[in-house]
């Protein structure tokens, strides 16, 4: 069975600063999705950014980048130019690309910024 | 355009009470879902579908069933509520294979005392 582990349960960052969020996964497969959700107090599940296994280059959307390590089984999501909005829980999540494209979650970082 | 609607957003059982949650889509998508958030933790899967009349547990399907008759509906029921269950419940939909990841409802939040 496939699982994603989060291992910072808190991070905090400074208003304009950068900072890193961790992820590891595991699986036997070598094709499959990997996702960042951002998760405000509204508990909306808000899709960040996303990347295919197959595809070297990291994904990048705005101020949100990931550093997809298929080898290691990181993917890691770095936020630049934080902003007070980006205040949210984050949730790391894996795909396999058949088997009804269950998404497996890891447990989560709550992200604080701070003025 | 709806997305995925959940009713109702707020509900407070009592032990050993019944109720159906329910989830409708609109965008025509084959696969649904339903995932629990305890406080502090992540979603687990309880049950999904991959089309009408096409069910399959997930990781914590006791207690729960569900049921797909269209393409559209996906509703949850609990049967005999417990404190256990206290929990937010999200429903969300996807395309076969779709690289987009999941569309998600704006879930429910069941108490039960």
């Known amino acids: 069975a496939q699982t994603v582990t989060q291992s910072q349960p808190e991070m905090s960052v400074q208003e304009a600063e950068t900072v890193t969020l961790s992820c590891t996964y595991d699986?036997?497969?070598?094709?499959?999705?990997l996702f960042w959700y951002k998760q405000p107090p509204s508990r909306q599940m808000i899709l960040v950014i996303r990347q295919e296994a197959y595809k070297q280059q990291n994904a990048t959307e705005n101020r949100f980048s990931v550093n997809f390590q298929k080898a290691a089984k990181s993917f890691s999501l770095k936020i630049s130019d934080s902003q007070l909005g980006d205040a949210a829980m984050y949730f790391c999540a894996y795909s396999p690309t058949g088997g009804g494209n269950k998404l497996t979650f890891g447990t989560g970082t709550q992200l604080k910024v701070e003025l | 355009n709806a997305g995925v609607t959940q009713t109702p957003k707020f509900r407070i059982l009592k032990i050993g009470q019944s109720m159906t949650l329910q989830c409708t889509q609109d965008?025509?998508?084959?696969?649904m879902y339903w995932y629990r958030q305890d406080p502090g933790m992540g979603l687990k899967l309880i049950y999904y579908?991959?089309?009408?009349?096409?069910?399959d547990k997930g990781e914590v399907p006791n207690g729960y069933n569900v049921s797909r008759s269209t393409t559209e509906d996906f509703p949850l029921r609990l049967e005999l509520a417990a404190p256990s269950q206290t929990s937010v419940y999200f429903c969300?939909?996807?395309?076969?294979?779709?690289?987009?990841?999941?569309?998600f409802g704006s879930g429910t939040r069941l108490t039960v005392v």
């Open positions: 965008m025509n998508h084959n696969y």
């Open positions: 969300a939909s996807r395309r076969p294979a779709s690289f987009y990841g999941y569309t």
């Open positions: 579908s991959v089309g009408a009349g096409i069910t």
């Open positions: 699986t036997s497969e070598s094709d499959y999705y």
